[in-house]
């Protein structure tokens, strides 16, 4: 945690989910790396290793790359990127049925 920024990260034999949280509003870390990104799928994490540690280095590569809107950015920097992630998801192309 720092201030009303939070990083939420759950484990249960490996890294599970991982969200990012600012005041009430909150980016799953796949959505945060397609905003960051502008591709799905383009980041380190997940990587699938069977290392229970490999999704942790994958998560800090990711950080450590794309994460500073997160970890030192303003509050609008990150917001920008809820807003587009929204955005994404909305125009995401769909399979159809």
Do not use: Q
């Not at 069977?50 to 794309?66: I, K, S, T, V």
């Amino acid at each position: 945690m720092r201030g009303n920024r939070m990083l939420e990260i759950h484990f249960r034999y490996s890294l599970g989910l991982v969200t990012y949280r600012l005041g009430d509003r909150a980016l799953s870390h796949e959505a945060f790396m397609w905003s960051v990104l502008g591709k799905p799928h383009a980041s380190h994490y997940p990587g699938f290793s069977d290392d229970p540690m490999g999704g942790f280095r994958d998560l800090r590569a990711d950080l450590e790359e794309y994460g500073a809107d997160f970890l030192k950015g303003a509050d609008t920097e990150f917001l920008r990127h809820c807003e587009r992630a929204i955005h994404l998801e909305k125009t995401r192309p769909r399979l159809p049925v």
